[in-house]
RNA sequence: GCCCUGAUAGCUCAGGGGAUAGAGCGUCCGCCUCCUAAGCGGAAGGUCCCAGGUUCGAAUCCUGGUCAGGGCACCA
C-alpha cells in the first residue's frame, strides 16, 4: 500500500498504482472492463486485444484516452460509441482512485481526466524518493550483458564510437534504473590480421625514428599516435629492434598490391626481428591503445565491468567447443580445404566458414564462441550494439546460435546508424588507416562531454546522425543540453536566493500545502513529473534513450515557463513552501534523468 | 542484383492506425526596476517523397517505385 501521509490530505492509492506507471494502470483497468463483458457475454470475441493508452494532445480530452472501443467496433460488432459506454460502466471501481472522471467522445474514445490529488502527490512523492524517483524493479534483478564499443584496438576511439558508448551506457544506465542486474563488457578484437597490421606500423615508424628512410605503405596505419608509440618503444628497447631498410625492403617488390605489400613485410618483420620480439612490439602497440581507449570513455562517463579479450578464447578451446557441440547436431561439413557451419539451415543466406584453409579459425568462430562464453555465464538477457555496417552478420550469428542449442531470441542486436561528420557543409572523410578522422577525444574538447552525450543520444540510433561541428561548436548555447541544465542551475539559483534573503523552506510545510498549486503552469509542471517513471520504464524497455532526453526537453521546458510567469520567493509563506517543494521536485527529476543520459547536472553556469 | 536504414516546416529531427501533425534552430514581432534573458510569449512556415492497396479511418500498415546512406569475404 503506497500512502502519502499528509497532516492536510491523505492520499491513499492502491497497490497497484505504486509504480506512477499511470499508461500501464489504466491498460490494466481496461483489460479487467473487457473481461467483464466478455464473461457477461457481451462482447464475444475469443481473445482481448491489447489495450492502448495514449496520452491525449489536447486537454480537452483529458490526460489519457483509450481507442479500444473503434478496435473492436467491427469485430463485436457493436458501435463505436456504444461500446466505450459499456466499457466505461464496466471499469472497477478502484479506477476512480486516481481518475476524475471518464468520458465518451466521439467517434468511440474513451478519456481519462486523472484527478488533481494525483498530480499533487507528485512533488512529495519526489521529495521522499529523492534519486529513487524514476526506479522500479519491473527487472526483477535479472541479469543482462550489454556489450558496446567494443572498438578494434587499432586506433583511438572516433566520433562514431562516442555514439555508440553514449547509446549503450544510456541503454545500460536505464535497464538499471528499471531494476536489471546490468553487466558491461567491451569485447577486444585483439587477434588476427590487423592487430599484426599494427605491429608492422609501429615498428616501421620506430624504424623512421631510428634513422631509416621507410616507404610507409599506403595501407598501414598512417595516424600520428601510431608514431607516439614508436617513440615509447624506442624509448623501451633502444635501437636493438631496428634493421636497415634495404633489408627491411628487400624482398617486398613495389608493383605488388597494397595488401600483399602489407604480408610481406610483416613476414620480413617476423623473419628479421623474430617472431616474439615482432609479438612483442604488437602487443606494446595493443596495450597503448587500450589504455588511450579505456581512458577516453572514462573521460567521457562510460566505465566497463569486464573488457572480454578474443585472446583469451584463442588458447581455451573455445573454438574447438562451438565445432563439437555443431558437429554433434550435424551442422557443418568440409568443403575446399575450409570448414563450414550450414547456416543456411537457420534462417541465415548461405553457408558459413568456421576454419579456413590455412587452418585458421575465422573471426565468425571466435565470435561464436564469445557468444557461447556469454551464454555459460548464463545472463538472462544479452544486448549487442552494434555499428549498423555489421547489421549483415546478425543473422549468422543468432544462427550459430541455435544451432549450438541455445535461445536465439535471448540475444537482441542494436544497430547503431553512421554518425557523419561535417564541417559546415563539408563532409569529413573518416578512415581509421588513412588516420584522417576526428576522434572521440576532439569531439570532446572542442563541444564537451555534457553536449556530446546529449548529442548523440538525441537522435534515435536507427537514424543516421549528421553531426556538423561547426554548428555544435559555434552554437552550443543552442544545444538542447544547456536549456535542460539551464533549468536545473535556475533551479540551485533560487535556493541560493532564498537563503540570502533569509528565507526558509518547510518541506514538511510545503507538503502540506501542495493543494495550493492550482496556476496552470503549476498543472502543467506537476503533470510532467508525474510522467518521469513510466517514461523511464517505457525508454528502458523499448531501449530508446532519446525518449528521455525529449522528456527532459519538455520538463525544462514546463520549469522555464513557470520561472517566467511567477515567483517563487512570495510573502505568502504557505505557498511559497509549497512552490519550493515543486522546484525542488522538478530539479530532482533533472537531476535523475541527465544522469541516466551520463549528462552533468551543474548548480551554476 | 539482393538485404538493412531512412525520406515529416527553410535546416536538424521527434511522433506515428484515430480527434486541429509537433519541437529545436533560423526568420519576424513583443517581454528584464523583479528568483540567472543560456529564459518567456506570439507570428509566419507542411501535398508527412510518389503511386496503388488494406481499413470505419493511413503521415503511420502492405506492395511497387524514386532518392540518400550502409551492407552483401576462407577481413575484423
Redesign the pocket.
Known sequence: MYILACQGARYNVPFFFQGFHLKRDLERLITEALAALQREGVLSIDTLPTVQI?R???A???DF?C?VA??L??TSRIK?RELAERICAAIPAATFDIVEKVEV?????I?FFLKFDLFHSAPAEILKKKEKYGRSNGGQGKRVIVEFVSA?PTGPLHVGHGRGAAYGDAVANLLEAIGFNVHREYYI?D?????DILGLSVWLRYLERCGELIEFPINAYRGDYIKDIAIALHKKEGTSLCRSADVVMQGVPPEIDAEAQLDRLIEQAEALIGKEDFRKVTDLAIQAMLEDIREDLAQFGVEFDEWFS?RSLVGSQAVEKVIDRLKKGRHTYS????FWFKASGFRD??D??LV???G?P???A?DAAYHLDKFNRHFDRMIDIWG??????VPRLKAVIEAMGEDREKLDVR?V??V?LYRGQEKVQMSTRSGEFVTLRELREEIGRDAARFFYI???S?????F?LQLAKS????N?V??IQ?AH??I???M???EQKNLRWDPDEGVRNLSKLTEPHENALLATLILYPGLVEDAAQSE?P??LA?YL?EL??DF??????????VDDEPLRDARICLIQATGQVLRNGLGLLGVSA????
Open positions: 495514449e491525449t494532445r489536447d480537452r480530452h483529458g484516452a481507442n473503434m478496435v467496433a467491427t463505436p467522445a466521439d467517434p468511440g474514445f478519456n578494434n578484437n587477434t588476427g590480421r590487423q592487430m578474443e568443403e575446399g580445404g575450409a543466406e548461405k558459413r566458414v579456413r584453409e590455412n585458421q575465422t573471426y565468425f571466435l549498423a555496417d555489421h547489421h549483415g552478420y544497430l546508424q553512421f557523419s538525441l537522435r534515435k536507427e537514424q543516421h546522425l549528421d556538423d552554437q552550443s548555447s543552442d538542447p544547456y536549456y539551464y542551475a535556475r540551485c539559483s533560487v541560493r536566493q532564498m530508446e532519446h525518449q525529449y526537453r525544462a521546458n522555464h515557463t513557470y520561472y517566467n510567469a511567477h515567483q517563487f520567493l551543474p548548480e551554476a553556469m
